[in-house]
């Protein structure tokens, strides 16, 4: 385990490094925390958040870029944080050439997890929010 990585029980956090590499380091570890939690269904879901998280986090934030993923009663969450406190990414406008292969990373998170917002941290950038129950709510 190197110092970039922080795991207990219930959680791993991830120190991200400034480069491509990021996202599927992201990724990796994503998956093999939920394998060891024995969670098989929610694998492609948090895998595919973590991975636009930490994209969007790359090309539009500032470093430093971190990763939490904990086990909580009931549920997961994922947070990725990044040090620029702007809550969107520049919206690519319709008929943009990059509009095909930009700007969906946040309606994709949404379409896979149970619940996403993001949170500004006052003098230190934002956390972007994803989570999953793992048992149904009680009414």
């Keep these: 385990m190197t110092d970039r990585v922080r795991l207990d029980g219930d959680s791993v956090r991830l120190a991200l490094p400034d480069d491509a590499t990021a996202p599927g380091i992201a990724r990796r570890s994503v998956r093999a925390t939920l394998t060891r939690w024995q969670l098989p269904k929610l694998v492609d879901a948090c895998v595919l958040a973590a991975s636009e998280l930490v994209t969007n986090a790359r090309l539009?934030?500032?470093?430093?870029?971190?990763?939490?993923?904990?086990r909580t009663v009931g549920g997961v969450r994922l947070e990725v944080n990044d040090g620029d406190p702007h809550l969107s990414a520049r919206p690519v406008e319709e008929g943009s050439p990059d509009v095909a292969e930009s700007g969906r990373g946040l309606d994709i998170v949404g379409a896979v997890s149970d619940d996403t917002w993001c949170e500004r941290i006052p003098g230190d950038g934002k956390t972007v929010v994803a989570s999953w129950r793992t048992r149904p709510r009680t009414p």
């Excluded at 539009?60 to 904990?70: A, C, D, K, M």
């Design 60 to 70: 539009h934030g500032r470093p430093p870029v971190g990763l939490l993923l904990r």
